[in-house]
């Protein structure tokens, strides 16, 4: 019996420590990776990186464009997704919340929120730039709605059924209307937890790299033109990276810094605005 | 309420009435007003909603549409064929499909496994001080983005696994009888094996997370039996929460199945781009995404586009039966919990 017992206890202790190993392992990664990119990207990291243009190879530059380029596509997929995500996710907390064609829209939207990026961006290029007949910035910047609204209409169904139902009816009894009701109380009380999904929504775009490969194309040149091809950080980084060239590499290391604290910046930012009630 | 107000209240109710007051006339257009505004909205949220949807089966269709040409020519052989020929305009996607899966497969071997223990660290062992912190570090890994992972994978743990791991496994594992072939060949550095670290890693917080929520919604009863009877804290997790989670584990790992398919960029940086098919882990293959992502803006020819666009319609089929199945997955266990 002891001897059972001992086995048993040495089987415990071995699963701890595995399990104790594992979580080491898993948050070595984190900081394997920060740690690089810090050591290489830091070194390059100086104003010249922000107030000039990506250089031909074997010169010197900066990321100007590009970042430029990343904001306005960025505030155009913001701009255009946010609103229909919105819209979206009220419908399903609000009007239709036993419904079945909110069932099957939560259901597509899950799916919606995980499908391959590449696919919106092989989608965006034919209904919008085979037609249109040249790559854009504004295919670009719809190729990354699309990966906003699943985020936002995600967050918004979920912070708007957190909203007790006694502010609706307080509302109701006051005689207010239904849209009323929910523009001026339902959504000034999840407030919070909406502008949390909009900021993970630009967390998941600003690093997204396959929806703009063939949408907004890339561009070597000061550009702000949304009918034209357009740079982005990202897309920058993919083709300085593979190039051969060391300046080319090392410029993409400072830029993959820059997009990956903006991300954890924006990420942690978001994880602090979300009520407590919602912490589990 | 001044008996003034409340008879022009009355007046809006029955408005053929004798007494119109202007009073009573502005009350009822503001009312019709709010009640316009109000169908209005609704009708937007709803559009809204059905927009969604439209919005999946619209991507379905453009990618149906857009790989008729490939699947007219080569038919039922464009998923069995190897070759990848855009010269002779032969197209295959064996090789995409088989690098697609064969990374997947590496990564989730490694994720699985490392994500439950983390979430029976998380859940059973870690103490509670320290349980947020590992969390949020653990979520901040899954919000990395991919071009980090690509990147970071290409220069810096690629050359180390050329260095260590593969020529490691090449000695020992290269000469055991059957799965000798897996490991033959020089270490590139780059290629499936090192791919499907990549994705592993990427995929692991996913699973982690999904885990530790589902292991977290295990009642509290039942544990608490397990101790009581004088289980350790491993037969607990093995035989209570475990099988008790079953189903909604199953969703988190197909979930994360869901993002490795999918996966571009880290995997277009180390995957090595070859179409074809080797027995080898270490030598260099291709996904879907790595082949869309290279050879898309650059392809000649309707056919090739074409063909590049059915590769993608098979990537999203793919992920769409994985991830709904999740979904449903997730979905029961979240019914039970509810």
Known sequence: MTARYAARRRRNAVAMALSVGATVFGLGWLVLILGVLL??????????????????????????NPIIGSLILTALAVAIGTPI????????????????????????????????????????????????????????????????????????????????????????SIGLPRSLTITRICYRAARAGMVTGVLLAVARISGETAPLLFTSLNNQFWSTNLNAPMASLPVVIFQFALSPYKDWQSLAWTGALIITLTVLALSITARALIPSGRQS | MDPARRRSVVDVALQEEAVVSVEAVTRAKALDRLRLGDAAFRQMTRAAAIGVLLLLSGVMISLIVGSLPALRTFGFSFLTTERWNPVTEKFGALPAIYGTVLTSLIAMLIAVPVGLMIAFFLTELCPPWLRRPIGIAIELLAGVPSIIYGIWGLFIFAPFLQQTLQPFLINTLGDVPLIAPLFAGPPYGIGMLTAGLVLAIMVLPFVTSI???????????????????????????????????????????????????????????????????????????????????????EAVGDLYT??????????????????????YMLMRIERRIG
């Open chain 1, 39 to 64: 050591w290489k990207g830091f070194g390059g990291l100086s104003p010249a990186v922000f107030t000039q243009m990506t250089p031909p190879p074997g010169s010197s530059g900066g990321l100007l």
């Open chain 1, 85 to 172: 995500g919105i819209l979206a996710g009220t419908y399903m907390a609000e009007y239709g919340r036993y419904g079945r064609l909110t069932s099957v829209v939560r259901f597509i939207n899950d799916i919606l929120l995980s499908a391959p990026s590449i696919v919106v961006g092989l989608f965006i290029y034919e209904v919008m730039v085979a037609p249109m007949g040249h790559f854009s910035g504004l295919a670009g910047g719809v190729a990354l709605a699309m990966l906003v609204i699943p985020v936002v209409v995600r967050t918004t169904e979920d912070m708007l059924t957190l909203v007790p139902n006694a502010l609706r009816e307080a509302a109701t």
């Open chain 2, 306 to 327: 074409s063909a590049l666009i059915a590769l993608g319609l098979i990537l999203f089929v793919i992920t769409f039966i994985v991830l709904a199945a999740a979904r």
């Open chain 2, 211 to 297: 885990s530790r929520d589902v292991f977290e919604a295990v009642p509290g009863v039942l544990k608490e039996a397990a101790y009581g009877i004088g289980c350790t804290t491993w037969e607990v997790v093995r035989h209570v929460v475990l099988p008790y989670a079953r189903v909604g584990v199953i969703g988190g790992v197909m979930l994360g199945l869901g993002r490795a398919l999918g996966e571009t960029m880290a995997v277009t940086f180390v995957i090595g781009n070859a179409h074809r098919i080797y027995p080898s882990l270490l030598a260099p293959g291709t996904t879907i995404s790595a082949t869309i992502a290279n050879e898309f803006t």
